[in-house]
């Protein structure tokens, strides 16, 4: 018993002892665990956060989106997940073939797909399906005698609330629930694209298997990069249409020399806005507007040229006017290169926003009831995408997924040099007319209009020894040189009349009397060329008016640096057409001169 006793408290002690150590343990464990889980979360919580803020928003089908802050956000800056690079470099090469090995895809599906080349064609716009009587060979769901089916009419029109959706353009339109398009929806014009181009960047990417894609872009204002992709010149390439300007759809096709200088001054110019976009309407000389009109629409003019005769799917026979794919807006998102060419616009944007940091606002996007619809998109799993405020649209189009290899050095530039505007048109400056004339004429070919001054400028001689350019900015006259014309910014509004929505592209040069030919003023870019006059948005297929602004400020110092002394009595502006086989009936209304102090 003794040893039992002995032996049982032995065993007695070392299995408390036991159950002791394995209680501390067990704690031990627990208070490590505890702690690797802590650290570990402390390390995942940034590159949570960073996943979360670098992608775009994207709210539900069925539910508006998280509601948002009513205050604007700050200027946010977050690591891309993926790069947009130049078509000329190693990895925008790579992305060209992505593209291409997607677009045999989109080609393949039905345009009933959402991932399908005429659907994702159709949301930029399409034609009216009363064009289409009883047959589209390229989708034959979408015709008048299917709209008027019972059986097929639902489906129709499921199509067409998912289509039409490009906010600067209110032409022919289809039955509810589209409604007329205003000016006002022309603000959307970037916000809209880069959210459009950038869900069918998810939608490549997941059929191209690329997990890197991103959208690349042609810098075609650089004069060392105006060649087109040879992918899009392939005739066996999905990226291939022949729908496009001659001159420049083949192997080697370049932008020619006087269309590259022309876009570089009409970019440059937008770079030096100071506003974002105009919702008054007055002046138009935001940077919406300006990259707008030139380079995205001269391009879109230029790149689709004139097919004349030649078959086009979308139309189902010869093309309106003898017009390329992307000269209209109807068929422009059924050329494959329009998602380079907004992807170059996009780049734009980004290098404008950040050299000068600023950005849209809800008040610069309102968005009335009628057009919230349009911000719908469809992602790379089929779902319809929708964003229902001004706040929401804000916060995707500054929070996106992607950056570019690098942004447009001419936008630092400019912005760091002293610009010669008043910052913005909205403080209401004084206003004196200057130069004006009614009822001009009909533009031509070659049209020139001679506007009378209110008043004669007289012209002195300048100072001895004194260059008329500037050294630090041969491009700019140098206004020492000769007392310039009164301070301020002159601005040359044009407006136009015309009966049926215009084709085409007109460059407008501006020109103080002097002893130049025509052929010396079109080929003096830097002096006397003021900007491009195209019709690429006109909002109507019956007539309308357009009014075209343009500051003249800079070549108006420059011409009238050297000028010789006399007297200037009245000025003269040229429309020149870049498609001189195009007829429009277009006239001119007015052309009024004003300084803005």
């Known amino acids: 018993m003794g040893a039992f006793s002995a032996t049982s408290e032995v065993v007695s002690v070392t299995y408390h002892a036991n159950q002791m150590f394995g209680i501390v343990m067990k704690k031990f464990l627990i208070a490590l665990m505890l702690a690797i889980f802590t650290t570990m979360g402390t390390l995942l919580l940034p590159s949570i956060a960073y996943a979360q803020s670098s992608q775009v928003t994207q709210p539900t089908p069925s539910t508006p989106s998280t509601a948002l802050k009513k205050r604007s956000p700050k200027p946010q800056t977050s690591k891309a997940l993926y790069t947009r690079y130049s078509i000329n470099t190693p990895e925008g090469q790579k992305a060209l073939k992505s593209l291409e090995a997607a677009f045999k895809i989109l080609r393949d599906n039905g345009c009933e797909q959402p991932a399908s080349w005429y659907y994702q064609g159709a949301i930029h716009w399409v034609p009216n399906f009363s064009n289409f009587k009883n047959q589209n060979t390229v989708c034959q769901k979408y015709t008048q005698a299917a709209f008027n089916d019972p059986q097929q009419k639902a489906e129709v029109e499921k199509l067409i609330a998912a289509w039409q959706h490009c906010t600067h353009f209110g032409g022919e339109e289809n039955p509810p629930p589209h409604s007329p398009l205003t000016a006002e929806y022309d603000l959307h014009f970037l916000p809209w694209h880069r959210l459009y ?8 990417r997941t059929l191209s298997k690329d997990d890197q894609f991103a959208i690349p872009y042609w810098e075609y204002t650089n004069p060392k990069q105006t060649t087109i992709a040879t992918d899009f010149v392939t005739p066996d390439s999905s990226l291939y249409t022949d729908l496009r300007r001659s001159s420049l759809n083949r192997p080697g096709g370049k932008v020619d020399s006087i269309q590259q200088r022309r876009i570089e001054k009409d970019k440059k110019n937008a770079y030096k806005s100071t506003t974002f976009n105009n919702p008054s309407g007055e002046g138009d000389l935001d940077f919406t507007n300006l990259i707008d009109r030139s380079p995205h629409g001269a391009m879109h003019v230029y790149i689709g040229g004139d097919v004349g005769q030649a078959y086009n799917p979308i139309w189902q026979g010869p093309s309106p006017e003898g017009s390329g794919l992307m000269r209209d807006v109807f068929t422009a998102g059924f050329d494959p290169i329009f998602w380079v060419h907004h992807s170059t616009i996009d780049r734009y944007w980004e290098s404008w926003t950040q050299a000068t940091k600023i950005k849209a606002t809800p008040q610069d996007l309102p968005l009335p009831q009628e057009l919230a619809p349009l911000y719908t998109f469809v992602d790379e799993n089929g779902n319809l995408v929708k964003f229902n405020s001004s706040q929401e649209i804000i916060n995707a189009v500054y929070n996106v997924d992607y950056k570019y290899d690098k942004l447009d050095p001419d936008s630092q530039t400019l912005i760091k040099q002293p610009l010669r505007t008043v910052t913005g048109i909205r403080t209401s400056p004084t206003v004196t007319v200057v130069g004006a004339k009614k009822n001009g004429n009909n533009l ?115 011409q009238w640096s050297e000028i010789e002394k006399g007297t200037v009595e009245d000025f003269d502006v040229y429309f020149i057409s870049d498609n001189p086989s195009q007829t429009n009936d277009i006239k001119v209304e007015s052309v009024t001169l004003r300084k803005l102090a």
């Open 444 to 558: 031509d070919e070659l049209t020139k209009i001679t506007v009378p001054l209110t008043k004669p400028l007289e012209a002195t001689q300048a100072l001895p020894g004194t260059s008329l350019r500037s050294n630090s900015e041969p491009n700019q006259p140098n206004i020492s040189a000769k007392a310039p014309l009164a301070e301020g910014k002159y601005v040359l509004d044009v407006t136009v009349s015309f009966t049926k929505r215009p084709i085409g592209n007109y460059s407008v040069y501006l020109n103080l009397p002097r002893a130049k030919t025509v052929t010396e003023i079109i080929g003096d870019i830097d002096n006397y060329y003021i900007g491009a006059a195209n019709f690429f948005d006109a909002h109507s297929t019956d007539g309308g008016t357009k009014t075209f602004v343009f500051d003249v400020t800079n070549e108006l110092n420059a």
């Open 197 to 204: 181009i950038g869900y069918l960047e998810k939608i490549v």
